[in-house]
Structures are given as structure tokens and as C-alpha cells.
């Protein structure tokens, strides 16, 4: 990498940050960026700045929005009594491409991880309990993963809110051990919402 200039040196090692992105992809969508017209290479400037200015979290759910509260928390057509909670605004967005869904959502912010050093106090827990206080609830359904760390979670949600008058469910299996369901397919996620089952 040595014998590029120095811009471009630079580029590189910010492609090759983000995840998913080798070497060699961060070289060549370097490239691609030196060789396309100067209007693209500034629009795209623009859009992750705007991006960068312009998201920010939901207030209501904690899902990435442009205002205060987010599309789906706004809706007065979606079922505010059915709360689906899911680690990440990834989770949640597989799981509306499913199309099997028409309540509203909790996200997390990721799952209980010890060895991480993340705790309860680490997530959207507080708030999670706070909505079911103050709003009518009547099924919490709990979409974490099915790997360690999102088993443990919702283990934690079902002992915390134990004695609470709601209904408690999981999604049913058919998402597999170990996966995250943003690389779920929607035809399996569609089948996990429909056949959930109280824990």
C-alpha cells in the first residue's frame, strides 16, 4: 500500500474500517471513488454527513429515526399494545421485511454479554419497563438471537417482568442457533413471528 500517495493511503485504511471490508475491497472501492466523476464522489460525502447530522434515535422505541419519534411509532394504524423487542434497528427491520408483523418495537441496543462487560444497565432495559408501566401492553414478544448472549436476554426479561400482567412470548425456532436474524430470510421469519410461543 506503500506506493500509493497518501490521500489515498488514507481512504483505504477508512474503507477497510468498517466491517466486512478487507484490503483489498477498501483498495478497490478507493478506486472506484478516484475514478468516478467529481459529483459522486461529493454526493456521497454529503449523504454520510447528512446521515451523520440527521439520524438519530428514537425517543419512543430507540430505533433510528429523523425526528423525535419514528415512522412506526407515529403510526396510529400499527397494534401499540403488541411490543416486539430486538437487539438492534437491523433486527427489527428484517423482521418488517417480513411482512408478518404490524405492532410496534423495543430495540435493545445489543444483549447481555458479561464477558463484554455489558449488563442491564448496558441496554434499553429501563425504558423497556418504563413503556410497559405507562402504556397499555399486551404482549411483550421477545425477538432477541438465538446465540448466548440473546438466549441469556431474554431469560433476563422473563424473570425481571415475571408477576407483570402481560402476555410474555418468544419467537418460535426456525431461526437457527447461533444467527442473527438481520441474515434470517423473511420467509423463515415470517414463520418464527406466526407460530411464537409463551415462555
Do not use: W
Not at 429501563?126 to 408501566?133: D, G, N, T, V, Y
Request: net charge neutral; charged share 25%.
Amino acid at each position: 500500500m506503500n506506493y500509493y500517495p497518501e490521500p489515498i493511503r488514507r481512504l483505504i485504511r477508512s474503507f477497510s474500517k468498517l466491517p466486512g471490508i478487507g484490503e483489498k475491497t477498501a483498495e478497490r472501492l478507493t478506486m472506484h471513488v478516484l475514478k468516478a466523476p467529481r459529483f459522486e464522489a461529493e454526493h456521497l460525502a454529503r449523504h454520510l454527513i447528512d446521515m451523520k447530522e440527521k439520524i438519530r434515535l428514537c425517543s419512543v422505541c430507540f430505533g433510528l429515526s429523523e425526528g423525535e419519534t419514528c415512522a412506526l411509532c407515529s403510526d396510529s394504524g400499527r397494534d401499540h399494545t403488541l411490543i416486539c423487542v430486538v437487539e438492534q434497528p437491523a433486527d427489527m427491520i428484517a423482521i418488517e421485511k417480513s411482512g408478518a408483523y404490524r405492532g410496534v418495537y423495543h430495540i435493545l441496543q445489543g444483549a447481555l454479554s458479561p464477558i463484554d462487560g455489558i449488563g442491564p444497565d448496558n441496554l434499553r432495559i429501563a425504558e423497556l419497563l418504563q413503556r410497559i408501566r405507562t402504556q397499555q401492553v399486551a404482549e411483550l414478544i421477545l425477538a432477541t438471537s438465538t446465540s448466548v448472549e440473546g438466549e441469556s436476554t431474554a431469560a433476563y426479561l422473563k424473570e425481571i417482568l415475571q408477576g407483570a400482567a402481560i402476555r410474555i412470548t418468544r419467537i418460535a425456532s426456525g431461526v437457527p442457533m447461533g444467527g442473527d436474524l438481520k441474515y434470517v430470510d423473511q420467509v423463515t421469519l415470517k414463520r418464527a413471528m406466526d407460530s411464537r410461543h409463551a415462555i
